[in-house]
Structures are given as C-alpha cells and as structure tokens.
C-alpha cells in the first residue's frame, strides 16, 4: 500500500520566515495530494491540495509543489504568524480510491 | 465548522466495554470515514462507507465495527476495549466515492476517547 513520509517532525522559525515541510511517497499512481492544519484538541482543516496534473499551486501565503518524478511534494509558508502554529500532515491518494494516507505531521513553531 | 457532526465529544469508559460513536456528515456528502488519532500513530484511516456500503477498510481492528444508515449517519461500534484504544476518532465526509479523482475529505470536530 500506499507509504507517505513527512519532515521535519518539528520546525520551528521566527515570524515573518518561512517554512517549508517535505513529504514523499511511495506509489506512483497517487495523484491527489492534500495539507491538513489541526491545531490543538480540533479537528483537521483542509488548507491546500493539488492533483496530479499541475506542478504548484498558491493560496495567499501558502503553496504546495509537486514533483511526480520524484514522487515527493512540499507546503510553503511565507511570512509566518504565530497563528501559523499547529501541526500540518500531508497525505496521498490514487485515482479509484478515497482513502487519504497520511503522513506523521509536522509540528510548526512560529515565535513572535 | 465543516458540518459535519460527531457525538459524544468525550467518552470515559473501562476497558471491556462496549461504545458507539456517531457522526454526521456534511449536507450532500455520501461518503463517510472514520480515523483513529493516537499520538504515536498519526492519523490513521479504519474504514469507508458510501451510501450505505463498505467500500474500504483500513488499519481497523475485528473488535471495531462501523454502519451507514439511509439517512447516511454512519456509528462506529468499539468493543472489548483496551488502554490502547484511546485515542481522538475522526470522522470526515466527501460528496462521492472513488472515480477519476479524489474528493475533499471534511473531518469533523472527534470524539475523544479514554479507556480506564
């Protein structure tokens, strides 16, 4: 099945940097690849996906790259806030199939 | 609020018993999948229900069970529980099933749960 790795476990920066998350997988047929933000205690929140069909996609200060060659696919935040803060997981899916594998997460620290 | 529902928000239990949670999905939303979150496992999918059939299982122990009613409610059924089983489940819903892409999948706010 389905594998997806995410690094760092923890990333912390000052505001204003940005930040980057990196998650690979492992089958190349996946091809829809979404971010989740879950801020302590709640629930997971769709913040950017992207499909298999585009390189890179941005909403305000958030983007998401893909590499299909490489199989492996990045978050980027610029210009951090504090309400940055939360742990953000990736996940993969294939064409036929809705289940979401998930990635451990990332805690991101974003200090004032 | 992503609308879909999920009750009870916390559940203390003893290990052995028996528990059901529920969820509700959004408006529209066919499909259903429940998520177990523990701290050292992640996010971790149990199983998927469109409109009233089982479409996929995940990591999900013969000790959990999981429906869609008509009404597309679905309950996700734990029994003989054990310390292990403490964890946030989640449920998420999508408007459809599998086909030619994968569609947004919404989660809902968990139910917490602790086996003493």
């Known amino acids: 099945g389905e594998n997806v790795e995410q690094h760092p476990s923890t990333l912390s920066v000052q505001e204003g940097d940005s930040a980057v998350i990196k998650c690979t997988y492992s089958d190349s047929a996946s091809n829809y690849f979404p971010w989740y933000k879950q801020e302590l205690g709640k629930r997971p929140q769709l913040i950017i996906d992207?499909?298999?069909?585009?390189g890179e996609k941005k909403d305000q200060r958030i983007a998401v790259t893909l590499n299909k060659t490489a199989k492996h696919f990045s978050l980027h935040i610029t210009e951090t806030q504090p309400e940055d803060s939360a742990v953000y997981f990736c996940a993969a899916s294939k064409a036929g199939y809705s289940t979401l594998t998930f990635g451990k997460g990332t805690m991101l620290l974003v200090s004032p | 609020d992503s609308g879909v529902t999920q009750t009870p928000k916390h559940l203390i239990t003893a290990t052995g018993q028996r528990v059901t949670l529920r969820c509700s999905p959004r408006?529209?939303?066919?499909?259903v999948y429940w998520y177990q979150q523990s701290l050292d496992q992640g996010l971790q999918f149990l199983i998927h229900?469109?409109?009233?059939?089982?479409?996929a299982k995940g990591n999900i122990l013969e000790r959990f069970s999981a429906q869609q009613f008509p009404d597309l409610h679905s309950e996700l059924n734990l029994s003989s529980l054990e310390l292990g089983d403490s964890a946030l489940y989640f449920c998420a819903s999508s408007v459809a099933t599998s086909g030619a892409s994968t569609d947004t999948q919404y989660f809902g706010p968990g139910t917490r749960l602790t086996v003493l």
């Open positions: 229900y469109y409109n009233g059939e089982e479409r």
């Open positions: 408006s529209g939303d066919l499909s």
């Open positions: 992207i499909r298999s069909n585009v």
